[in-house]
């Protein structure tokens, strides 16, 4: 089956493929219609099976053109005028593009004048000083691809949590609706709501297991079969592997708990049961302390547990956990304290307080946005298009006039809608932590998101000096999306995050964790750091549409990730409450 992934990544190649051609709007327009079938929320193949050509339309950004590709590339599996732009330009542009300063329109310069094709030719280039000779190319940008060829190569195995949850839940919901089932459940990383994942592994009980294997592997949108025997299937979906593994109902919830993951707390809690005269695997736990060699079988000793998850817990005296706690950072010592953490669910949340309109680059206009957000029943909301400066991609940004007079169309549009409509911006964090805004721009705004965008190359200590400076302004109410990272694509800062955290906490400025599945940032581990040291979290979407609000999925989880509770969340709060913090 074509995915809204596979869709949205065939879009966007379209786009580099024109940038590097030097087209003009046309790439912005791909893009756009990228993003939003990426997130759209049902299979657009479908609209093309039901013959439905409205309903592809109608995506945010689809218009008659691209709606024709889409239907091109779902029914032949590849779109002509693609296939003529690949030709043209053979290039591993994905590969190359993860270059960090390396984009569509220099690779479209390094193919035409140095043949580069792959990022082996463009080593062999760097390495030989031919790139430098490139006009608008030097002996700095040559060294700076060396460094960053090791990461590309590394880069783009893995599937982008935002990409393949989509895909396991339709793999749930297939085994839900298959005979013989008694209960399903993702496992491994996604079940873990990893920012990537290698691959979806995926659990059902049942007393029938080949007839469950089978009417698996007759699913319609698998693509490949990979492997299968008796109670296990591996297969492709678009350009993810699922594993299937099929297990009795008496060891359903042990399975879950070893396949979930992750292998690091699986290791300590299987030390902390062997401590305990407990020995724990995939079948069961086992009271083997009459046993004389627990090693001597699987299933060996007194089975105590192994229906469901919480009872392998239980087993050992520990509290169940959500699955993102299980990481080895301090869950299993915080379950046997009985001190684990009230995670933020995405029902505590009450508004989104950093989101674009098409004053600087979303696709809509502000009251389409704020609609979108009362329609979710936010009862607040931030319209924070950027701020002129560096990194913000050509002519986008808002100069001071732009802004004031977009701070008036906000006030109007509040006053005609319930929800409340904050005036904001997205500022710059510029090299040396400055943001760069007037007073007079300052005292009209109500809330301030400043964000790196450029210079993301810094080395451990300047960044960090870099974000504390931002964090510490009076004016900066959010520190957007704090490592600008890009996921398979730029590493960004590198920084120490408790020490951006007590700094956050003293100048009361909230961190983001931005929910945009290509950023997830900050990433899990630094918001427990950051909530460790007492620092409050926004969970943005950074929406620039009004599906894209959706996003707030992914942030939840990753906050969930970073033992986020609703009191360290300021968009949790009532309003002013939130309002008390802002000022
Ligand atoms: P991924 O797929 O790379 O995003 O990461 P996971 O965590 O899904 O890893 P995967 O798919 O290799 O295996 C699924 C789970 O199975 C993993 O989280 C823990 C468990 N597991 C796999 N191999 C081992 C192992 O050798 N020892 C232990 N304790 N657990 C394992
Ligand atoms: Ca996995
Ligand atoms: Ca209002
Ligand atoms: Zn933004």
Request: proline letters at 4%; aromatic letters at 6%; charged letters at 30%.
């Amino acid at each position: 089956m074509t995915t809204n992934a596979e869709l949205a990544a065939r879009l966007e190649e379209f786009a580099d493929l024109l940038e590097a051609d030097d087209v003009e709007y046309k790439p912005r327009a791909y893009r756009r219609a990228a993003e939003s079938v990426g997130a759209h929320p049902t299979p657009i193949a479908d609209y093309v099976d039901a013959d439905d050509r409205e309903a592809i339309e109608n995506v945010e950004g689809v218009g008659e053109a691209i709606a024709s590709k889409i239907i091109e590339y779902v029914e032949t599996g590849e779109i002509e005028e693609l296939e003529e732009l690949r030709a043209e330009l053979p290039v591993d542009m994905a590969d190359l593009t993860r270059i960090e300063g390396v984009g569509p329109k220099t690779v479209g310069k390094l193919h035409r004048e140095l043949g580069i094709e792959t990022l082996d030719d463009l080593e062999e280039a760097a390495e030989a000083g031919e790139v430098r000779e490139v006009k608008g190319f030097g002996a700095k940008t040559e060294q700076n691809i060396l460094d960053n060829l090791e990461f590309a190569r590394q880069m783009g195995q893995r599937q982008l949590l935002g990409e393949a949850r989509p895909l396991a839940d339709d793999v749930l919901a297939h085994l839900e609706g298959l005979e013989g089932v008694d209960r399903c459940e993702v496992a491994g990383s996604i079940r873990r709501w990893r920012a990537t994942i290698g691959d979806v592994d995926a659990l059902a009980s049942t007393e029938t297991p080949e007839a469950v294997v089978e009417a698996f592997l007759a699913w319609d949108s698998i693509d490949d079969e990979i492997e299968s025997g008796p109670a296990k299937a591996s297969v492709r979906v678009g350009d993810v592997r699922v594993d299937l593994r099929v297990v009795a109902p008496e060891e359903f919830g042990s399975a879950l708990q070893y396949f979930t993951g992750s292998k690091a707390h699986n290791v300590r809690l299987r030390n902390y049961a062997i401590d305990r005269g407990m020995k724990l695997n995939e079948y069961g736990a086992f009271d083997v302390s009459d046993v004389d060699d627990p090693d001597a079988g699987q299933r060996i000793g007194e089975h105590v547990a192994g229906e469901t998850e919480e009872s392998m817990y239980e087993a050992l005296g520990l509290h169940w956990m959500p699955p993102e706690l299980r990481e080895d950072r301090g869950e299993i010592a915080a379950a046997a304290e009985g001190d684990l953490p009230e995670l933020v669910t995405r029902e505590d949340v009450r508004g989104d307080l950093h989101t674009h309109t098409e004053w600087s680059d979303g696709n809509n206009t502000i009251e389409e946005m704020v609609a979108a957000a009362e329609e979710r029943s936010y009862e607040y909301y931030c319209v924070s298009d950027h701020a002129e400066g560096p990194g913000v991609v050509g002519g986008m940004g808002l100069t001071d006039e732009e802004i004031l007079e977009q701070v008036e169309e906000v006030r109007a549009v509040d006053d005609r809608y319930e929800i409340e409509v904050f005036a904001g911006i997205e500022a710059n964090v510029d090299a040396d932590g400055e943001i760069g805004l007037s007073e007079e721009v300052v005292d009209a705004l109500d809330l301030i998101v400043a964000s790196p965008h450029s210079a993301l190359g810094q080395d451990f200590d300047t960044a960090t000096d870099r974000l504390v400076r931002a964090v510490e302004n009076p004016d900066v109410d959010v520190l957007g999306h704090p490592s600008g990272r890009l996921l398979n694509e730029r590493e960004g800062l590198d920084f120490d995050p408790n020490a951006l955290a007590r700094a956050a906490v003293d100048h009361d400025t909230a961190l983001e964790v931005n929910s945009n599945p290509h950023r997830l940032d900050l990433p899990g581990s630094d918001v427990q750091a950051a909530v460790d040291e007492g620092a409050k979290i926004a969970i943005d979407t950074d929406a620039h549409s009004p599906a894209t609000l959706e996003y707030v999925r992914w942030g939840v989880h990753t906050a969930r990730r970073g033992w986020a509770e609703p009191a360290d969340v300021i968009n949790t709060w009532p309003l002013e409450e939130l309002r008390a913090f802002l000022h």
